[in-house]
Each structure stands twice: as structure tokens, then as C-alpha cells.
């Protein structure tokens, strides 16, 4: 199925300093799939923060549906 994945802030690097790409990923994956398909496991990133479907914050273990935008957020600090 195809999806678009948009990556914010310091994410972006992984679509080579673009801000989205429509991907093909497998019927049903959930959204840690689909961010593994362009290269980005959100356990070995320090600062990742959290996965938006269709604009609504979701978990990442999440199933993607045909059409989705998948946005990931990278953790915010500040003071």
C-alpha cells in the first residue's frame, strides 16, 4: 500500500533533507514498520519523540492504512 511519511526537525535527515516521500510498505504494517522502510528505527534514535496519522497523535506500534500520512516528530527540549 502507499503512504506519504513527513519527518519534522532534526528527523528529516533521513529523507535526505527532504520533508516527506510517498513509500510503498507492507498491507497493515504498523508505523515503526513503515519509519524502518526509509531507515529510521525509533529505538536508536535519542531524540525521537512521536508519530502523528492523519494528524492525530498515534502510538507507534499503530496499524497504517492504504492513503495514511504518517508525520514523525523528533523530542522537543527547551528552558
Known sequence: MEITITLRG???KYLDG???RKV???DGCTCDEALKV????HKKVARFGFVAVNGMKVMIYDRLKEGDELKAYPRISGG
Do not use: M, Q, S
Request: zero cysteines.
Open 24 to 26: 510503498i510498505v507492507p
Open 10 to 12: 532534526a528527523l528529516k
Open 38 to 41: 526509509i531507515g529510521l528505527d
Open 18 to 20: 527532504d520533508n516527506e
